[in-house]
């Protein structure tokens, strides 16, 4: 890209004087960093258009990812690398006396997203682009994102994260492709003005979606894909009758209704909710990207649709966009007068369906009264999708009334969107190879036996240029020291590390950047919230979604463990240690919540108990999130990547901890397989049962929890100062999570996830780990093994995968 440092300065002025009133001397923080990436927006624009033109002016098939979610944190740095004016910026602001970093902070997080799920989507743009394939992002504008964490008391209170409360200056508002999504209304059958006979809908309430675009830009080319995330709002504004008759509150009631559809992010991630708002949602945003793509289509193309699928291919980011399915039938077949069976023709090779987990309760289900009243027309063309096949299934099962009634879409009064994806699509994949393999053999097994050719597993990926060009610029440097550039857009590149671990000076460096990232971050921690951590000790982090099957409860107990026997034994000596976590509940998840007491509970304990000063600290960060996770993972020494196995799908902080320097210690689970394949059993910490022995203790239903604290005593009472006054006097506080391990509550099993079974071998592992930690240099040499083999994590990996397998796309070059 072409810099011109006098233009960006007279833009950047310019953008103050007309949007502020000020000059640069008036500037303050958030106007500045407004006008750096105004500035900068203007230099990518260019690249923005021609990437348009390039796509419409050479027709090729192009991807759409719909996803409710799209975890994008901050754009500024992330923008200015990928276009390769990162630093140009900085001399010309420092030209003007400004300094870069004070401003970056300055920038919310685009916080549209949960977690994993959210961020794939984000990192999956990012490698789409750079890999110069025409592939797009279509979403929620959600004027609210992820809840703000504060911890008050030791407990988490969510407060509303108002990410747009200033202008956002990477959008781009579209007005003139805004268009009506209708909800409710009767279904009724009679002529078009044309003559025709169709089904449409009457008395439906209208909703006006506009699209607002982000830029996505590949890192060293052109190419500028499109992110394109709709608004709600109401087409006939307030009701001017109402407010004429006094009537405020009920004048705008309508508007506030519709705007209510993209107003906040559902914070819950793995156990849906059946809120008619969610659904609300979901048909929002997949009715607009079709309608949007189905316009752009009959403008370009005509109304041949048997052409479609050569332009346009579908992923859809788990069950919350399978809505999309019904709503493209019923736009051929009402809007164009295309047949049922031409029609189901299309959709069967346009859409393919990603799976990202395997608890049951996650699977998105709704009722039929609710689906049906809020989207008729869709659901009576669901009712026909099934009609259809379950009269396959009869021919297929003939005997068995079961599976019939199972595998329907709808059955027991509820619609199934999972097996509304499955059927519909040509695609089914899982996110890492033992994950796809437990949707094969265990969850969807019925599926499988009906559709092999349809299943294929994608093991996830991150983007290299955020999780290590931008995060750890040093251990960037150290990396292209050694073998040059390159593997910012090839990461296996980064094999070539390996003949550089039994050399001493490469090592030393190494550990000087891990060393430098921990201070950076014990200043940020020391500013943001008060914390005083030792770079000295082993940064031993769990940043993640806070869920039982992740069990930071078990990292926790380990805590409490080595707490006890510290005070207990004070010869006893181990190496210093600082425990990480970072976690949101989601906000109706009570034992969630519970867990994120009891760990700040036992940090405030510990960490003001003189007997274990400089051995032991327990750290929870607040809010984490992606501009937090960039700060955490470079400066950590162990990744705790401790599910249940069998139970995370994947995993993907996981890889960014790998690429990082970090060393695993974990669970036979998701891609941790795969990571310690890669990098081998010796560079890792490995503990716990398989998935395959979960299963089967579940099933023979041969777990018994108080047998493992009979047998270690250290373990029992661990378990007993959860209620025994230790931590909380009352003894209640931490009740509900004692009983639910040792007894069992509401009807569930006791310690449903394992956690004292795998007790035992995670207390081994991490002797083993500290006992390693003692010898630096060895300690490095692994990390340093593990850098050399993440090659296999990168995202462009991945989308390079899913284009072979699924998307077949070209690259498109942009000049
Ligand atoms: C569904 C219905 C209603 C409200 C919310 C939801 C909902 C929202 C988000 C359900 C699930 C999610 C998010 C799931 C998720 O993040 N799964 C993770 O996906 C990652 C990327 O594939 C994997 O690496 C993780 O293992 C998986 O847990």
Known sequence: MTFDAEQFKENLTARLRRQYGKDITQANKHDLFDAVSASALEIIMPNWMNTRKEYEAKPTKQLYYLSAEFLMGRALGNNLINSGIMEQVKDVLKDMNISYDFIEDEEPDAGLGNGGLGRLAACFLDSLATLEYPGHGYGIRYEYGMFEQHIINGEQVEFPDNWLKHRDPWEVKRSDLAVTVKFGGQIKYGKTPDGQDRFYLENAEEITATPYDMPIVAYGSNTVNTLRLWQASSPNGFDLQLFNDMQYHRAVERQNDAENISRVLYPNDNGPMGKELRLRQQYFFTSASLQDLVHHFVNTYGADFSKFPEYHVIQLNDTHPVVAIPELMRILIDEYNVGWDDAWSVVQKTFAYTNHTILSEALEKWTIEVFQKLLPRIYQIVEEINRRFVIELRQQFPNDYEKQNHMAI???????????????????????????????????????????????????????????????????????????????????????????????????????????????????????????????????????????????????????????????????????????????????????????????????????????????????????????????????????????????????????????????????????????????????????????????????????????LDRNPSLAKVVNQLVDGTYDPSGLLFKEIHDSIVYGVEGQQPDVYFILADFDSYVKAHEKLAAEYADKKAWARKTLINIANSGKFSSDRTIEDYVKDIWHLKKVAVK
């Open 410 to 708: 709808i059955h027991d009064g509820k619609v199934y969107m999972a097996w509304l994806a499955i059927h519909a699509g040509f695609s089914v994949n899982g996110v890492a190879a033992l994950h796809t393999k437990i949707l094969k053999e265990q969850e969807l097994k019925d599926w499988y036996k009906i559709y092999p050719e349809k299943f294929n597993n994608k093991t996830n990926g991150v983007t290299q240029r955020r999780w290590l060009l931008f995060a750890n610029p040093e251990l960037s440097d150290f990396i292209t020291k050694r073998i040059g550039h390159g593997w910012e857009k090839e990461l296996s590149l980064l094999k070539g590390l390996e003949k550089y671990v039994d050399d001493d000076a490469s090592l030393e460096e190494l550990i000087a950047i891990k060393r430098h990232n921990k201070e950076k971050l014990a200043e940020y921690l020391k500013h943001s919230q008060n914390e005083f951590l030792d770079p000295e000790s082993i940064f031993d982090t769990q940043v993640k979604r806070l869920h039982e099957y992740k069990r930071q409860l078990l990292n926790v107990f380990h805590i409490m463990y080595l707490y006890n026997k510290i005070v207990e034994d004070p010869s006893y000596n181990p190496p210093a240690r600082t425990f990480i976590f970072g976690a949101k509940a989601a906000s109706g998840y009570r034992r969630a919540k519970a867990i994120i007491k009891l760990i700040n509970t036992v940090a405030e304990r510990v960490n003001n108990d003189r007997r274990v000063r400089g051995k032991l600290r327990v750290v929870f960060v607040e809010n984490y999130r992606v501009s937090v996770a960039e700060k955490i993972i470079p400066a950590s020494d162990v990744s705790e990547q401790i599910s249940t196995a069998g139970f995370e799908a994947s995993g993907t902080s996981n890889m960014k901890f790998m690429m990082n320097g970090a060393l695993t210690i974990g669970t036979l689970d998701g891609a941790n397989i795969e990571i310690v394949e890669e990098a081998g059993e010796d560079n890792a910490f490995i503990f716990g049962l398989k998935a395959d022995e979960i299963v089967k203790m579940k099933q023979e239903h041969s777990y018994n929890p108080t047998k493992y």
